[in-house]
Structures are given as structure tokens and as C-alpha cells.
């Protein structure tokens, strides 16, 4: 039985974590994710949870640590932010490579320098390579729904991937939203206990984390890429399990409005809900355009990207973040998994909403009318930009 | 549970028992006469079967595991270099929780973590604070050889004054490492743990006591251990084990508990040996003049006699 409830994003994040009944939480605190481990050291001190909370002395042992506990078997979660995030650089590609599967909320946030607490992306692209399954949230709902699935598929027997669930930090991070929270019952028959194949255990003595020397690391990588390549059917298995479960129907990439569409723009997390606001309005005046936004960051979805933009001749891509000396990274590996199909959309990068920078309603609605004109006369810019003086 | 160690067999050795079960296989491929695989083998009897190991990146680590083998014949897991003490805290939390919530069977598994000194008092510092500060259960140990040996022995906080390094090597400007060597076991003890000791390897049912008295203790426990290495230190590896005698008959490095507080020298000979006899057989110390020794000998009287003061303290206080 599910009930309706107004929750912010970082509350039904910590709400899915009790309702997975995780067993370890290992966290650091840092702007926008304070939120979040904060509510779970709550609900561990009222007895809400039985969990152990490990306040840790840094991101970079609130990672370590949850090795050690997914090693153990234990069910583990964080949650950090934009510099956490790097500073845990090093543990990130540790977790996927030694088959543990974590969860972790990322409230993203810029990095250094000038500090910023903001929001942007470029915490995430910095990580895009860690090996980790990656996905965005546009919503409370979603942040929920997603941090019960990412349990399920990072935990599966076939995937055993650590699974991080992206949330842009303060305009979703904290804002209270109406949701459904799913009764304990559902979530128990969605997500089953946790049962890692090879712990730590004296009765059956095994070697985690050895030296690969070169005549083993390549053959040890390829199978890395090619189980996460394969994850790719559980993790839509496992979605379609939660519709059957809870009625919510979640995709790799979502289409919106894109029937007939002539241009389409492309952007993730929280602001696909303001770009679906413009597509509304513009579709409303007669204009053939539709949004499409990636959910599924990692493994990238090539062949739900390419099904999306087909027919299309425009595509617009929102980047928060700059990979410098190189533009958009979202923009790059979109207009690069497009590049072999036959008849593929013109595609025009923009950056922008860096660092908490607002992008309203107006801003995509320049966004749509330069990329078009880019599109159709092409630009001697490298990067186009929206909403930067 | 099982009860095979209690079945294997132990022999008597000096004074106690040891189980002649060996839970580090050979066919390693550690340093012939490297005090670490002593130090290691030794503890891993002290410890029994009923553990888990979590280990830092390091000679240990990368001598014992060249996939697809191992010589760990108990349960072992490395992840980097610097996080030993995080990894040991998620360890030994994630048992807690999984043997509270009937998952894990409560048997007394223990958690024993371990990495050389540049894990322990350089690059590992911060985590394995941390983990002394927040109480986990485990034991630390460290196996100091003084310097990053596993890279090709580059000094670390732990290299000892005047001691020739690749990275601080001795020249006409310099006599290698112009600083102090880290007191580290001072710092574990700064945490108010309950156990911190100092050990070697020559000193093997001393090594051994102290690592079974770190595991059984409840809460955070440090054993610091002194690895003689030939190949950084420059000797040859049938002077092991009198090496490790001689660091701790000069007083350069006594052997020492020190419990809730209370520190206690195990080893107190009635006159010091001179330094000189410990450093002559190094080629690290090669370079050292006379004067250089004469100074080096004050550092250690010194440092020895304020160790013999916190004992005198602690016992007067007793």
C-alpha cells in the first residue's frame, strides 16, 4: 500500500535506504548531501533502522570502508558531493573492479576552484570512467524509486556493480516534493536480502584484490566492460519488475513529446522537468519539438539514443559541465554515438548552469532558437553557451 | 565452527606453543632473508584461522598475490595503498551488524589490518587515525622496514636520521635523511587505545604474544614491528634476525607495551650496545663519519632515556 507524501529529495533517499533495510552506512558530510546521511544517523539512533553508521573521517574512507563492509556481505550505502566525489577518486574505480556493489547518492555539486556548494555536473563527468552504473534523477520520485532499483540491480548476482543515483544538489537535493512512498511489503518483494557470493569468511579463505600482473590486468578489464555491458539486461529487467511492483515505468532514455519532432533537446536530471515546461509551450504553438533525457548514464545507451533522435534533424545538447580544452562531454558522446547512423540529427553542444547558475524557462527557450539557427548556418564557436555573460 | 586449528598440531618453541600450521603459503616471492615474511608468517600463527586480513598496497601485498595465485590461506583483501584503516573499519562493522542480525554466525572473528610504514605513518595516516579514534575492533600491525622498499626504497617518515635513501640519498650536501623517524607508536597511543606494542621478529615468541594480545583485545590495538630488509637496507639476508636483535640491544629500537597508558619495556638490558655495531653492518649508514655515529648515538640515549622515564612514570603511578 502505498501513500502520498511530501518529502524532499534527500529525505526519500534516506527513506529508500531504511526501506532496503541496508546494514552499513559509511558517510562524510558535505553540502548538498548533508541531508541525507544525517536523516539515516537519525533513523539509526531512534532505532528506526538497524544499521550500523560509520561516521567516517573523510570521502575517502566513507568509500574505503564501504568496501570493506560489501566485502563482508553487508548491504551498503552513501552519499557525497561534487569534491567528496573526487576526493574518493581513487576508491570509485576500486568498488566495480573488485565487484562490490554499493549505493551511492551523489547530490551534485561543482568543484573547486572558485569553491562552490552549487550545483553542476562536473562531479559526475569526472567519474563518468570509474566503472560504476550511473543514473539521474529528475524528482523525489524518482530519487526514491531509483535508489530502491540500484539496490536491486547493483546486488544481483549476474551484475554486482556498485550503482550511483545522481541528484542535482539544491534544486533537487532539497526541495519537497509530493511522492508515493510504497508500502514495506512491495519493497521487500522487489528487492531481495542481499547475498554476496564470496565474502569474507574463514570457513571458505579467499584472496580479494590481488596484483594483476600484465599478462592478467587486460583480460581482467575486458571481462570488467563486459559484465558491465551485460548489466544492461538486468537493469532493464529490473525496471520493468518495478513497474510490475509499483507502477512507475522507467527507461534508459526518456522521450518526451518527440512524435514528429524536427529538433529535439537533449538534458538530464532536474532540469528535464524545466526543459519539459519550454517543450510544452513551444509544442502548444505549433512547434515540432520533443526532449529527450539520458536516465541511464552508465552503461551509456547507445541503442535507446539512436531509437530516440531517428527522424529527427536538429538535437540540442545540455551540458552543466565543461571538460576543458574539449566543450560538452555529454554533447561529445552523444554527437559520437550518433556519428554511424545513416541519417543522424545535426547536434549542437550548449554549457551551461555551472555552479548553481539558474537556467529558467527563458534560457532554454534561447537555447532552443541559437541551436536551431547553429544547426541550420553552423557557428565558428567552439562551445555555445547559455545563460554566461 | 570449525575446530581444525585446535586439531592441527603445535610444537613447543622456546616458551610456548606454537601450531606448525603455516597460513602463509610458500612459494611467495618476498626478498630472501626479508624480515617482513618472518614477521608475517609469525603473526599469521599468533592469529589462528578465526580472522579476516585487510592489507595495504605494499611488498606484502604484491609479493604474496601475483594473480592467479596467492599464498594467503585466510581470508584477505586488498583495495590501495592508503585506506587500510577505512577498509578495516567497514570489516569489522559490517561483521558486527551481520552477526547482531543472525546473518554471520558469532564465532570471535577477528580483524587484523596491516601495511608498512609508509601506509601506516605517511599515506595511510588519516584512515587509520580514524579508525583508532572511532574504537573498531581490530589490530593494526605495521611492518616498518623505514622506508618505500616496495618502489625501490625511497625514504618515507619513517626512515631513520642518516640513513641513505634513493630519495634522499647521502651526498656531499647531505647525509640522506636529515630528519627524525616518526614516532608512530607514540601516535597510536596518542589515541588512548588500549594496546600499542613494539616488536621484531628475532624476537619471535615476544612478536607473537603481542600480536595475539593485540587481536584479543577489545577495541583498537597497534603492534609495531621492525622488519629488517636486505635490499634497502643493504645487507645480506643471513643477518636478519641478529640485525633485529642488535636495533633493539642498542635501544634503537626497544621492545615496548604499552597498555591503557601504561607503558612497560619488555626487553631492558642492563647496558646499551653501541650503535654503531647495528649501523656498520647496513649499507644505508655507509656514508656515516664518525661524528655523524657519535650523534646519532646521543638521539638514541636520548629517546631511550625518555622511554625509561614514561615506564618509571607508569609503574610509580601503578
Not at chain 1, 529558467?360 to 541551436?371: A, M
Request: contains cysteine.
Amino acid at each position: 500500500m502505498s501513500k502520498r507524501v511530501a518529502l524532499e529529495a534527500s529525505h526519500a533517499v534516506a527513506e529508500a535506504a531504511r526501506m532496503a533495510n541496508v546494514d552499513v552506512i559509511s558517510a562524510y558530510p558535505i553540502t548538498p548531501q548533508t541531508h541525507i546521511p544525517e536523516r539515516l544517523a537519525e533513523m539509526v539512533a531512534d532505532g528506526e533502522l538497524n544499521a550500523a553508521y560509520i561516521p567516517v573521517e573523510s570521502e575517502h574512507s566513507a568509500m574505503s570502508a564501504c568496501l570493506g563492509a560489501a566485502a563482508i556481505g553487508a548491504r551498503t550505502f552513501t552519499a557525497t558531493a561534487g569534491p567528496g566525489l573526487e576526493y574518493m577518486h581513487n576508491v570509485l574505480y576500486v568498488a566495480p573492479s573488485m565487484r562490490l556493489p554499493v549505493v551511492m547518492t551523489v547530490a551534485n555539486r561543482a568543484l573547486s576552484a572558485p569553491i562552490s556548494i552549487w550545483g553542476d555536473h562536473s562531479d559526475v563527468m569526472a567519474v563518468r570512467d570509474t566503472g560504476w552504473i550511473q543514473v539521474f534523477c529528475q524528482n523525489s520520485q524518482e530519487a526514491f524509486d531509483l535508489t530502491i532499483w540500484a539496490f536491486r540491480v547493483g546486488e544481483d548476482r549476474s551484475v554486482l556493480f556498485p550503482v550511483m543515483v545522481h541528484l542535482d544538489g539544491f534544486p533537487l537535493s532539497h526541495v519537497v516534493e509530493p511522492m508515493f512512498l510504497p508500502g514495506q511489503a512491495d519493497v521487500d518483494r522487489f528487492l531481495p536480502r542481499f547475498q554476496y557470493p564470496y565474502p569474507l569468511d574463514p570457513d571458505r579463505p579467499m584472496t580479494h584484490g590481488a596484483l594483476g600482473p600484465p599478462d592478467i590486468y587486460s583480460e581482467a578489464k575486458l571481462a570488467q566492460e563486459m559484465a558491465l555491458q551485460e548489466s544492461r539486461n538486468v537493469i532493464l529487467q529490473a525496471w520493468k519488475e518495478f513497474e510490475d511492483v509499483f507502477g512507475r515505468r522507467y527507461s534508459p532514455v526518456e522521450e518526451y513529446r518527440t512524435e514528429g519532432a524536427e529538433t529535439l533537446l537533449l538534458a538530464m536530471g532536474s532540469y528535464t522537468e524545466t526543459a519539459k515546461i519550454v517543450i510544452d509551450q513551444r509544442r502548444d504553438h505549433g512547434e515540432a519539438i520533443g526532449l529527450i533525457s539520458i536516465r541511464l548514464w552508465r552503461p551509456f545507451p547507445y541503442e535507446e539514443l539512436r531509437r530516440a533522435v531517428k527522424g529527427a534533424g536538429r538535437l540540442i545538447v545540455f551540458d552543466r559541465c565543461i571538460s576543458f580544452g574539449m566543450g560538452g562531454p555529454v554533447f561529445s558522446e552523444v554527437r559520437s554515438a550518433l556519428y554511424d547512423e545513416d541519417r543522424r540529427p545535426k547536434v549542437v553542444g550548449f554549457v551551461g548552469g555551472l555552479g548553481g547558475r539558474d537556467v529558467p524557462e527563458k534560457e532554454f527557450g534561447y537555447l532552443i532558437d541559437r541551436g536551431k539557427e547553429v544547426a541550420d548556418r553552423g557557428s565558428d564557436r567552439m562551445m555555445e553557451t547559455v545563460g554566461i555573460r | 565452527m570449525k575446530t581444525q586449528e585446535a586439531k592441527r598440531k603445535s610444537v613447543k618453541f622456546a616458551d610456548g606453543e606454537v601450531t606448525t600450521t603455516e597460513f602463509l603459503a610458500e612459494g611467495h616471492n618476498f626478498c630472501t632473508g626479508c624480515g617482513e615474511s618472518l614477521g608475517i608468517r609469525m603473526a599469521l600463527k599468533a592469529l589462528g584461522e578465526n580472522v579476516i586480513a585487510v592489507n595495504a598496497t605494499g611488498c606484502a601485498e604484491v609479493c604474496t598475490t601475483p594473480l592467479p595465485y596467492t599464498s594467503w590461506r585466510i581470508p584477505w583483501i586488498h583495495t590501495l595503498f592508503e585506506n587500510v584503516g577505512a577498509v578495516v573499519s567497514g570489516v569489522e562493522v559490517g561483521l558486527k551488524i551481520l552477526v547482531s542480525k543472525g546473518r554471520i554466525e558469532d564465532r570471535g572473528i577477528k580483524c587484523v589490518a596491516m601495511g608498512g610504514d609508509g601506509a601506516t605513518s605517511d599515506i595511510g595516516l588519516q584512515a587509520l587515525s580514524g579508525a583508532f579514534e572511532r574504537g573498531h575492533d581490530f589490530l593494526y600491525i605495521c611492518w616498518d622496514n623505514e622506508a618505500y622498499m616496495n618502489t625501490g626504497i625511497q625514504r618515507s617518515s619513517a626512515t631513520p636520521y642518516g640513513a641513505a635513501t634513493t630519495t634522499a640519498p647521502a651526498g656531499k650536501q647531505s647525509i640522506g635523511q636529515i630528519t627524525r623517524k616518526k614516532n608512530m607508536p607514540a601516535i597510536a597511543a596518542a589515541h588512548d587505545i588500549p594496546y600499542v606494542a613494539t616488536a621484531s621478529p628475532s624476537y619471535r615468541m615476544d612478536l607473537m604474544k603481542k600480536i595475539k594480545k593485540g587481536a584479543e583485545t577489545e577495541g583498537p590495538a597497534y603492534v609495531h614491528v621492525l622488519v629488517p630488509c636486505p635490499t634497502g637496507w643493504r645487507h645480506g639476508g643471513e643477518v636478519t634476525i641478529e640485525l633485529g636483535k642488535l636495533a633493539v640491544q642498542t635501544g634503537i629500537f626497544p621492545l615496548y607495551e604499552i597498555e591503557n597508558g601504561r607503558y612497560k619495556l619488555n626487553a631492558d638490558p642492563p647496558e646499551l650496545k653501541p650503535v654503531k655495531e647495528y649501523l656498520k653492518m647496513q649499507g644505508r649508514y655507509r656514508h656515516l663519519s664518525d661524528a655523524d655515529i657519535e650523534k646519532i648515538q646521543a638521539m638514541v640515549n636520548a629517546d631511550y632515556a625518555r622511554l625509561k622515564e614514561k615506564v618509571a612514570a607508569s609503574s610509580a603511578s601503578s
